[in-house]
């Protein structure tokens, strides 16, 4: 089945301990990127990834890293959490960025992980 | 710069009331306009997607949207809302950008 599969789905975490969410697909996508979602401010993009070793920053970068070592995965790291970044986190990813006439294929979306910075 | 603005951000409707959520989008080239669902607790949803052609998309789950380009908008329709619509809707723009941006969401809610 082609999916986006993000882990945890929970963490309850505290203040300045390292983690990294996990997030891999399974569909040859090139396009990959990270959203944080708060309650009335939407989808925030905080990276995105236009290809093996290809990482920018979205709008809500600061605080975290990525790495796209390879194809299918692209972890989000957050080297000392803080509670503001207390949020539900979604990975998505597309086929590509630029396909036929620069199309962007419809995203698919990992089921989002629930995190608390304690 | 791309934006988007969604401008109903809580809808309530009794079953078989006809919906439209607003959404317009600001960017002066040609744009692909999305909207997505998420239902409680879940992820988002491909509803329906226009990159070119007839301005009038079809989606899943009777869901359709207009492209009206001299009003930059894509308002999604359905004529007859259900009590499982109940879920937040997201509209999303990509214009020239390689980034999407998406809108801050309308939450409806469909009582029986």
């Known amino acids: 089945e082609a999916q986006v599969t993000q882990n945890p789905r929970y963490l309850i975490t505290v203040t300045g301990k390292k983690l990294t969410v996990t997030c891999s697909q399974n569909?040859?996508?090139?396009?990959m990127s990270w959203y944080r979602q708060d309650p009335g401010l939407g989808l925030r993009q905080i990276y995105y990834s236009m290809n093996v070793e290809v990482t920018d920053k979205g709008d809500v970068p600061e605080g975290y890293k990525v790495s796209r070592k390879e194809k299918r995965n692209f972890p989000l790291i957050l080297e000392s959490p803080s509670p503001n970044q207390t949020s539900l986190y979604f990975c998505?990813?597309?086929?590509?960025?630029?396909?036929?006439?620069?199309?962007?294929?419809?995203?698919?979306f990992g089921s989002g992980t629930r995190l608390t910075v304690v | 710069a791309q934006s988007v603005s969604q401008h109903n951000h809580h809808v309530i409707l009794s079953e078989a009331a006809s919906l439209e959520l607003g959404c317009n989008y600001s960017y002066g080239g040609t744009v692909n306009l999305f909207w997505y669902v998420q239902y409680p607790g879940q992820h988002l949803q491909l509803l329906l997607k226009y990159f070119s052609g007839d301005p009038l998309v079809k989606g899943i789950k009777g869901f359709e949207a207009e492209f009206v380009k001299s009003k930059f908008s894509f308002n999604l329709r359905k004529p007859s809302v259900q009590w499982s619509d109940t879920a937040e809707y997201f509209c999303?723009?990509?214009?020239?950008?390689?980034?999407?941006?998406f809108g801050r969401g309308t939450s409806l809610i469909v009582h029986p």
């Open positions: 999303a723009v990509k214009g020239g950008s390689y980034i999407p941006t």
């Open positions: 569909m040859n996508h090139e396009y």
């Open positions: 998505a990813s597309s086929l590509g960025a630029l396909g036929r006439r620069g199309r962007l294929d419809g995203y698919t």
